[in-house]
């Protein structure tokens, strides 16, 4: 399944927030720097899943706030 993710590094608060469209809005508390927020979407979209981590990669949006994300059941 692929979804589109808007990111918001830096934030206060780590949460997700589901669109009607099927997209994500999500805030991560780390900073956009060395692929630490990439890494912690990952993390934080693998638990909302409920699947691995390995399962859940970035397929499109590394380096910008869009981002389309794979993830395998």
Request: proline content about 1%; hydrophobic content about 50%.
């Amino acid at each position: 399944m692929k979804v589109a993710v808007r990111v918001v590094p830096g934030a206060k608060i780590k949460q997700i927030q589901a669109a009607l469209d099927g997209s994500l809005k999500v805030w991560l508390k780390v900073e956009a720097k060395e692929g630490k927020a990439n890494k912690a979407l990952i993390e934080l979209l693998a638990d909302y899943y409920g699947v691995s981590k390995s399962l859940v990669r970035i397929v499109s949006g590394l380096k910008i706030k869009n981002k389309i994300v794979e993830i395998d059941k």
